[in-house]
T-cell receptor, first 111, second 116 residues
Framework: ETGVTQTPRHLVMGMTNKKSLKCEQH?????MYWYKQSAKKPLELMFV???????ENNSVPSRFSPECPNSSHLFLHLHTLQPEDSALYLC??????????FGQGTRLTVV | GENVEQHPSTLSVQEGDSAVIKCTYS??????FPWYKQELGKRPQLIID?????GEKKDQRIAVTLNKTAKHFSLHITETQPEDSAVYFC???????????????FGSGTRLSIRP
């Protein structure tokens, strides 16, 4: 185990639904990340959090809303998604400029 | 912002031969360059990394070289084995000066296949 856990592993949602992805890290890292992995853009940075503060929003549409209540937990709230948002969403954590540890991802399908 | 280009997108080599994957980056502030391997259905995992104050690093069959002036770095795998088949990602990272996080930008990946 890498110490980064994501739930759920799979999610199917309609375009009008609201759902949340959860990430938890047990590594004592100060930074957490959301990445989107699709065939078009294999590892696309979405958000970066440092000690619960968002430090980067990589031009992500507002239908994706991150939340970091503490340094161990990271959420991605989803609402009114589009079919093109279907992808694997990966969470990662790290200390500054060191190895990033990834979770196993949530496979999201928007119908 | 940082942009990382990775080539080739697919690579097929005979078992026992060497494989080379190349990446270029655009932002001279990037100073940490990790390489990740992602097997089918699994999460990306670090295989080797290099910092900007080092030109080359080796770990058994895997080596990475960095040319800071040209802003390119490469992954070399020697004596390839079937278990080396996977997607490999390079990345360029720089720390945010006002936080404990880093901006880690990945290349588009190389699908490596090892022919028996």
């Amino acid at each position: 185990e890498t110490g980064v856990t994501q739930t759920p592993r799979h999610l199917v949602m309609g375009m009008t639904n609201k759902k949340s992805l959860k990430c938890e890290q047990h590594l004592g890292h100060n930074a957490m990340y959301w990445y989107k992995q699709s065939a078009k853009k294999p590892l696309e940075l979405m958000f970066v959090y440092s000690l619960e503060e968002r430090v980067e929003n990589n031009s992500v549409p507002s239908r994706f809303s991150p939340e970091c209540p503490n340094s161990s937990h990271l959420f991605l709230h989803l609402h009114t998604l589009q079919p093109e948002d279907s992808a694997l969403y990966l969470c990662a954590s790290s200390q500054q400029n060191t190895e990033a540890f990834f979770g196993q991802g949530t496979r999201l399908t928007v119908v | 912002g940082e942009n990382v280009e990775q080539h080739p997108s697919t690579l097929s080599v005979q078992e026992g031969d060497s494989a080379v994957i190349k990446c270029t980056y655009s932002d001279s502030a990037s100073n940490y360059f990790p390489w990740y391997k992602q097997e089918l259905g699994k999460r990306p995992q670090l295989i080797i990394d290099i910092r900007s104050n080092v030109g080359e690093k080796k770990d058994q069959r895997i080596a990475v070289t960095l040319n800071k002036t040209a802003k390119h770095f490469s992954l070399h795998i020697t004596e390839t084995q079937p278990e080396d088949s996977a997607v490999y990602f390079c990345a360029a990272s720089q720390a945010f000066s006002y936080s404990s996080a880093s901006k880690i930008i990945f290349g588009s990946g190389t699908r490596l296949s090892i022919r028996p």
